[in-house]
């Protein structure tokens, strides 16, 4: 392609990539680097229905006009990356020398907001996304091997799961695991154990996230697998059958390695996909056993706090954690694509 | 059928223009951002009477209306003219300095409205109140009967009554409580926190102090509650334990007043609706003042909008709250600040707690973002996985982080 041509093709989606990746990128860096200015505060006489009280407040003329010196705010550096809702260098140091071992160490992190969601993230990520690639793999090969006739229907039903939004699909599982429901019933007559709660404990909440996050995911890996099953080359098959090939030996020796590319791009989605887990944990009111970078970001700007600062900062650590779990899957595809001479 | 639908619309038409006429107003928009319960919807009904001739009024009565109400009032000209707020929710929007001052409009038109009614902050008028809640105590008169006891009037006496009732086997978890993680379960050590006297802030200054004896007993006494309440205590909201209440699983809880009124619907089972019953809020730990924190809804006027859009709003609201709008159906949605409210059955609790010097939430810039930390904080003491200082430690860190970044410390 001539240059000229190549550069009138690709304007349009270098101009979107600017306007919608690289503008926001560089908003949401320089508000993490920003926070607001101090508030000037006066004590005043405040009164409601109840009686008055001195209370303190913000004086707004006074603190209006630091903003309009300095609308962006005042210059944090990276303040708030290091504060205790974030990297919270100064308490871990201090946990760091405060602990008896490793074990000890680990636990008392658990107290710090950014390392109990990467705690719950990260395990949630490294369970679901090969359990999902599994099980979509099974089902794949389940689907493919039925009757023409069933074949329709058995991938509209193994699709529904994916099709449900996921805050309604855990809102409704919610209320199946709750003590009284049918789901948690069940369960506690099945174990012998009228105690049991799937909600009180934080081990079996983490259990029940991670299997909503597998049993929600898994159409997608199914769904991608099943088209690649029906590009594998009959020959190659036949021949391996010729060769006396179990069926399983067909499976490891010749289905899996084509359909590796596949699993390559599932991966990578998934990765991303389980990083920014968020709505089965609202869904599921899990908050006090659970939480993500995403939920933190969600918490810092909703309700009456509204801490934007932190929020741009938990969104660039999350872009940073997404870069460095997928930079093993990047480097792969693309040695793929290039192979070295 | 016909004629009574006619006599309907012919009643309907004469009652809507006389009362047009009655709010005054020559022209501008009114538009209304606010939460949404039947007290609300009576108030932006009786809002929306005054649509017509030039007056244009809209209403959003939204859950989600913290969310939307700044953003929506941030533009000039403001999209919503008037947000219906409470004591907490009335802060974000002086912080963000989007209300204005109504002295000129209430010495102009307001001369009726009570005083007590006018919210001031440093001598101004900021909104006009209509509207009180507080939590109380909501008890089934009949489990209370069976097992022998009297309503609880302090939370010691309710873990006592709690004890006697799952030991006599009436139920397994008598407690309830809205002790969801997160703002509900911050509320609660809000109120027992002012319930062992405690104060929040070093005075005239943004820094906390709740790491004190207060702080480690009202946590104490939230844990010994919350082993008589259901294990998956911390998934539960409002409307959860009310589902609980309904379900007739909980004898005794504290409880918003607004929320008490469907307990007793007829949709709910006849043995646990008529026997719902309610008292004023309890003391702790030996105090004199209700653990239990008072709140006001009211509404309050835009500052980025027009002079006229102002004042229609605020005569739109003001006719929304006038003294006639009560009768037998609005009579019983809320606790009315308004001028002629007599008080009905259901809102006794409510009016014991004002009664009782219960103090109202604070109205400080600050509030929230304590709020927002101990409902993150606390929660792993609530488990059995920290201490009751530790957790306060941590709050206490939580909140000073926060508070920097907001440029309060």
């Known amino acids: 392609m001539k240059h000229k041509t190549f550069f009138w093709f690709f304007l349009p989606t270098a101009m979107a990539m600017f306007l919608f990746i690289a503008l926001p990128l560089v908003s949401v860096v320089s508000q993490s680097l920003h926070v607001p200015h101090d508030k000037v505060l006066i004590t005043v006489e405040n009164c409601d229905p109840f009686g008055c009280t001195s209370q303190t407040q913000i004086d707004h003329t006074l603190t209006q006009a630091l903003y309009e010196a300095d609308p962006l705010g005042q210059w944090a550096g990276l303040g708030i990356y290091f504060d205790r809702g974030h990297l919270a260098i100064k308490e871990v140091g201090e946990m760091w020398r405060g602990s008896s071992g490793l074990g000890d160490f680990f636990s008392t992190l658990k107290n710090l907001p950014f390392y109990r969601a990467m705690g719950f993230t990260l395990t949630f990520t490294f369970i679901v996304t090969p359990l999902v690639i599994l099980f979509g793999f099974l089902i794949a090969l389940a689907v493919n091997s039925l009757h023409q006739r069933l074949k329709g229907l058995m991938i509209f039903f193994s699709l529904l799961p994916m099709i449900v939004t996921p805050l309604i699909g855990s809102l409704i599982m919610f209320w199946m695991i709750d003590s009284r429901g049918i789901i948690g019933s069940m369960l506690q007559i099945l174990l012998d154990n009228p105690e049991l709660s799937l909600k009180a404990s934080t081990g079996l909440t983490w259990i029940t996230l991670i299997i909503y996050g597998i049993w929600h995911a898994a159409p997608f890996a199914f769904i991608v697998f099943y088209a690649g099953l029906q590009t594998v080359p009959k020959e190659t098959l036949e021949s391996a059958m010729i060769d006396g090939a179990t069926r399983l030996q067909q499976i490891m020796h010749v289905v899996i390695p084509h359909l590796a590319p596949l699993v390559a791009f599932v991966a990578l989605m998934q990765l991303m996909d389980n990083f920014r887990v968020f709505e089965p944990i609202i869904g599921f009111n899990a908050e006090a056993h659970a939480t993500s970078l995403s939920w933190i970001i969600y918490n810092d700007l909703g309700g009456e706090t509204r801490l934007l600062s932190s929020a741009a900062t938990t969104s660039v650590l999350t872009i940073i954690g997404i870069s460095i779990l997928l930079a093993p899957v990047l480097v792969r595809t693309w040695r793929e694509f290039n192979p070295q001479e | ?409």
């Open chain 2, 1 to 409: 059928m016909l004629n009574k639908k006619i006599a309907f619309a012919i009643a309907f038409a004469v009652f809507s223009s006389s009362v047009w006429a009655g709010c005054g107003i020559d022209g501008g928009r009114v538009s209304i951002v606010g939460n949404e319960f039947p007290a609300i919807q009576a108030i932006g009904a009786g809002a929306e009477e005054c649509a017509g001739g030039g007056v244009e009024v809209t209403t959003n009565l939204t859950a989600d209306h913290q969310k939307i109400n700044v953003q929506g009032m941030t533009g000039n000209p403001a999209e919503y003219t008037t947000a219906i707020i409470a004591n907490s929710s009335i802060v974000a929007l002086m912080v963000e300095d989007v209300i204005r001052p109504l002295d000129d409009l209430v010495a102009k038109h307001g001369q009726d409205i009570q005083k007590h009614q006018l919210v001031t902050v440093g001598g101004n008028i900021m909104a006009v109140a209509f509207m009180a809640n507080a939590q109380h105590l909501v008890f089934r008169a009949d489990v209370l009967a069976e097992a022998g006891l009297t309503p609880p009037t302090t939370y010691e006496e309710m873990l006592a009554a709690a004890e006697v009732i799952r030991s006599t086997g009436l139920m397994k978890n008598p407690v309830g409580g809205a002790y969801k993680a997160g703002w509900n379960l911050a509320e609660e050590f809000v109120n027992m926190y002012i319930g062992h006297g405690g104060e929040f802030f070093e005075p005239g200054t943004a820094k906390v102090s709740i790491n004190n004896q207060a702080g480690v007993d009202a946590l104490n006494v939230m844990k010994s509650l919350s082993d008589y309440m259901n294990p998956d205590f911390l998934t539960h909201d409002s409307n959860a334990t009310s589902a609980e209440w309904k379900a007739g699983n909980v004898a005794i809880m504290n409880m918003w007043g607004s929320r008490v009124g469907p307990l007793q619907s007829d949709e709910v089972d006849a043995e646990v609706a008529s026997n719902t019953d309610i008292a004023g809020p309890m003391t702790v730990g030996g105090g004199s003042i209700p653990a239990s924190t008072l709140w006001w809804d009211g509404w309050t006027v835009a500052k980025n909008i027009s002079d006229e859009d102002a004042e229609a709003t605020f005569l739109a609201m003001k006719h929304a709250i006038r003294p006639e709008m009560l009768n037998d159906e609005t009579s019983s949605l809320a606790v009315w600040l308004i001028a002629g409210y007599e008080p009905t059955v259901a809102s006794r609790g409510v009016v014991a707690a004002a009664q009782m010097g219960a103090k109202p939430y604070p109205m400080v810039s600050y509030q929230g973002l304590l709020h927002s930390a101990l409902g993150a904080e606390i929660v792993d003491f609530m488990m059995g996985k920290e201490d009751a200082a530790t957790a306060l430690a941590d709050t206490e860190a939580a909140y000073t982080a926060a508070a920097t970044e907001k440029g309060y410390l």
